[in-house]
């Protein structure tokens, strides 16, 4: 599916202020599972400086640095996006002890994703980090602190484990039986609701209160996977699809279950729905805090700020059987454009 996506969002402060480094993640995923034809990422006013980057956990990303206070601060992202897994479950388990539940892995991938495993077996879960969409100076936006002060529960524990086990019980232990019925679960039995500002609530209080956002439910649905030894992580980005509790397009967020033989593959419980070519992916993280796609402080005492944003994600059918060279001149490789269009 080709996807275009235009996303502005503008930051004003009620008076001049100091923006510390900002990191941008606006630059959608280049993977076996999206091809990026064309990316534009444009601040007004222009900063100092800026370096395009690969995050930790390979997402691209734009570090940004400012000199001048400025009053505020517009950013502008424009892409191109084919989408290509129009069948989600094109694929089989090949490792067997990762069939049942709760899953192993082998010893090679399981070291490589400690940081998606539940805590208990050596991930780290870090200090928060503060994200640059909020009120006030300090505080969080996007899938970024907010309910329980900021504090995410370790996913292994409580509840969230023993729901978990009792869903798996009812699929005989199934691992793929069991990622469906989580994500149908959670669609069909939670209230789901827009709440535009604060870091994710605690899978814990997303559970207990039967309700939350798409990032409440995204890191719910990483809590019980870790429970039961998947590995797991938070995604950010689009869809094409809209949540019950939105009527435009808005950021959006999912998980990703990472399973041997078939790799990383992403489910919405939003939806209630394994991830095809209606989802596009910004960033992947093991928790919200990496995967924000705009990340930073400023300093300016007694200083408020208002966050206005647009955004459009188009499924452009009419062009779908364009070449890539057609839909991007610029970039003749279709599957190597720059990471980031430089500023």
Known sequence: MLLSIRHHLRYVYDRPVFLEPMTLRLTPKQDCSQQLLGHSLRLEAEPAGSSAIQGADGSGALVCWFVEERDQLAITMEARVRTLRTNPFDWIITFAPAQRLPARYPAAEASALAAHLDPDQGASWGAPLQTQQQVQRGASAGFGPGVGDGL????????????????????????????????????????HVGRFEGEPMAPEQTLSGRSGACRDTAMLFVAACRSQGLAARFVSGYSIHHPPEVSEHELHAWAEVYLPGAGWRGYDPSLGL?????HLVLA???DHRLAAPVTGTYR????????????????????AAETPEEL???HPEAGSPDPLDRL
């Open 284 to 286: 992947t993280a093991p």
């Open 300 to 319: 300016g005492t007694g200083v408020t700020s208002t966050m206005t944003y647009a955004l459009s994600v188009r499924a452009l059918e009419a062009e």
């Open 328 to 330: 991007n001149p610029a």
């Open 152 to 191: 995410i529960a370790r996913p292994g524990a409580g509840t969230v484990a023993a729901w978990a086990a009792e869903l798996a019980a009812a699929v005989n232990q199934n691992t793929t039986a069991f990622l469906m019925q989580l994500a149908d679960r959670i669609h069909h039995d939670f209230q």
């Open 274 to 278: 394994a991830v095809a070519d209606g």
